[in-house]
């Protein structure tokens, strides 16, 4: 399956496809303990934000999922 970048924006979100650059923006959100607690996944380091990256990106590769970034226009 062919997957093209896809920006999807309303008047107050915007979404853009995960790439692995957004890794340190990502991981200075969600450097919350709380955020992770009843996920599978820990993310305490910035390599684990990369890691978690990668692993959706190889995952939107088999075309199993197609991973976006959420940005609020109002924050």
Known sequence: MMLFPTLLEGSR????PLELSHAEELFACGNHKAIWTYL???VECLEDMIQ???NALKSKELG???PFVVYDKEL
């Open 64 to 66: 199993f999922e197609y």
């Open 40 to 42: 599978p996944n820990k």
């Open 13 to 16: 979100i915007r979404l853009c």
């Open 52 to 54: 978690l990256i990668q």
